[in-house]
Each structure stands twice: as C-alpha cells, then as structure tokens.
C-alpha cells in the first residue's frame, strides 16, 4: 500500500538557522498538507497545496515558512529563521481530493537549539 | 472558530470491557468527522470517517448533531487497542483537519 515517506526523522538545528522538511505525498494524490504538534499540545493545521499554490494556510504560517513542490514528488517546508518555539513533530499528509481521507507521513522530530 | 474538545487525555479500561471515548466539536454547520489512531511508534491513520459509516476493528462513532458529538465506541476491547485516538473535523469548503487534544487508551489484560 503506498505511504507519505518523511526525511529525515529528526532534524537537530541550531536558532535562526534555516532547515528544510521534505515529504514524498503518495503519487495520485492532488493535495498535500503540514501539519505541526508541539510536544503535549494538539496536532495544528499549517498550510495546504494544490496546483502549484497555497490553498489555505493558518495564522501560524507566517513570512518564516514557505512551501515549495521542486519536482513531480517531492513536496517541502522550509523555515528560514529557526526559533526555540518551532520545535515541534512536523508530518506532511496529502489526500487525492477534497474532502478526501488525509494520508499520514511518520513525521520528522525538530528540534530547536 | 471551530473547536474539536477530547475531554479525557487518559483512559484505562480492562481487556473484554466496553470502551467509549468522547468527542465534542463546535461548528454550527455541518462537518465531516474523522477518528485518527497513533500505534505505538507509528503514523497517525484513519481509524474511521462518519461519512462512511463503516465499523473499523469493531470500532463505531455516530455523529449526534444534536449534542455535537462523535464518541468512538467499542463493545470489547482489545490490548491492541492500546494507541492514541484523536478525533478530528473538516468544515466545508475547507481543507484543514482541526484536531482534538487526543486520549491516550490503555488496554489492561
């Protein structure tokens, strides 16, 4: 059965250094998604993609993160200037419509230094 | 805003016993509801989506629009059915998951 695959698990990085999160949605799907969970807190809806563009984003999405679809698999997030309080478990999901079941990647661990 | 409320972060229940697991939302619309489970060291999946009605792993949920609410419900559980259960919704026109706070079961034997 085909899977969101994340890279890498854990991303160590030090404040205000940039980093980039990197997800393989599944290959039919149209729309892909970050989610974000701070440790003990809720699973928190970052942004989605479909057709080249943003379709909605939150209010957490600030000027520090961007999203970008580089190629016909690869779909990143990218936060310029790292803080303390961005870490958290980032997972990409992606789905092949709306309001279509949200596929699940493992996650990637970043932690803040 | 919509709000999607787990009132319990934790819940013990012993092997063969019934188990609920509550969940309460804020949306005067109507929203499509979905339970997600984490296995241990595992991705967040789809345990089950009200639209479809379907019963997972012998796991239902009805939605009651009435009390806005959408408890999962198992008759008999099962120590595999130790995981962390989140209950989540998407309101239409949108494309974001908004998730609960999650409860953590614990199956004892």
């Known amino acids: 059965e085909p899977e969101v695959t994340q890279t890498p698990s854990h991303q160590v990085t030090q404040m205000g250094q940039e980093v980039i999160l990197r997800c393989v949605p599944i290959?039919?799907?149209?729309?892909f998604y970050w989610y974000r969970q701070i440790l003990g807190q809720k699973v928190e809806f970052l942004v989605s993609?479909?057709?080249?563009?943003?379709?909605?984003k939150s209010e957490i999405f600030d000027d520090q993160f961007s999203v970008e679809r580089p190629d016909g698999s690869n779909f990143t997030l990218k936060i310029r200037s790292t803080k303390l309080e961005d870490s958290a478990m980032y997972f990409c999901?992606?789905?092949?419509?709306?309001?279509?079941?949200?596929?699940f990647g493992p996650g990637t661990r970043l932690t803040v230094l | 805003a919509q709000r999607v409320t787990q009132p319990e972060k934790l819940l013990s229940v012993f092997k063969g016993a019934p188990v609920e697991l509550k969940c309460n939302y804020s949306?005067?619309?109507?929203?499509?509801l979905f339970w997600y489970v984490q296995y241990s060291r595992q991705r967040l999946q789809l345990l089950l989506r009200h639209i479809s009605r379907e019963s997972i792993k012998g796991f239902t949920a009805d939605l009651n629009k009435g009390e806005t609410s959408f408890h999962l419900k198992k008759p008999f559980a099962q120590e595999e059915d130790s995981a962390m259960y989140y209950c989540a919704l998407i309101i239409q026109g949108a494309q974001k998951l908004v998730f609960g706070q999650g409860t953590r079961l614990t199956i004892n034997p």
């Open positions: 993609f479909y057709n080249n563009e943003i379709s909605e």
């Open positions: 999901a992606s789905s092949e419509s709306l309001p279509a079941t949200q596929y």
């Open positions: 290959s039919n799907h149209l729309y």
């Open positions: 949306y005067s619309g109507s929203p499509e």
